[in-house]
């Protein structure tokens, strides 16, 4: 018994299509023949996670909840510059606060920009998880020696 599964193009919805060979992980490509299509092959397996519609909407979903870059990339198997792509191309995302900028007024805001102060000087702690990630940057540098 034969099953005939149709082929749609992924851009443009298409059923006009034919084999076009195989890539170089042996997935089957296809050419559209519809000549108003942006693409002309595709594949219809995404191998790579950040192509999927659902990781894409999970990086957007996780940046509003306050994961960072790094975090997601992580989590979701992309990289880094994937999800910085990503980042970009949502115009919903914004670096500032509109809202509240548009209720401040220039008189109310101070913007106080020092430089980074040395451990030595009076007034300046060390941070609580600084001192325990030298000790495992010191010990793995040491394990190199043993």
């Excluded at 106080?112 to 325990?132: I, N, R, W, Y």
Aim: with cysteine.
């Amino acid at each position: 018994m034969t099953v005939w599964l149709a082929v749609h193009c992924p851009h443009c919805q298409s059923t006009d299509v034919k084999k076009h060979g195989t890539s170089s992980n042996g997935k089957r490509r296809y050419r559209c023949l519809n000549l108003d299509c942006p693409y002309a092959t595709f594949s219809q397996t995404i191998d790579y996670p950040g192509r999927r519609p659902e990781v894409k909407q999970q990086i957007i979903e996780m940046t509003l909840n306050g994961s960072g870059v790094r975090d997601i990339a992580r989590v979701l198997h992309v990289s880094t510059a994937t999800v910085i792509q990503e980042l970009k191309k949502n115009p919903q995302l914004q670096r500032v606060n509109q809202e509240l900028l548009s209720q401040l007024q220039l008189d109310q805001v101070e913007v106080v920009v020092k430089q980074a102060q040395t451990v030595d000087e009076p007034g300046v702690e060390e941070s609580e998880l600084d001192v325990p990630m030298l000790d495992c940057m010191r010990l793995k540098a040491m394990s190199n020696f043993l």
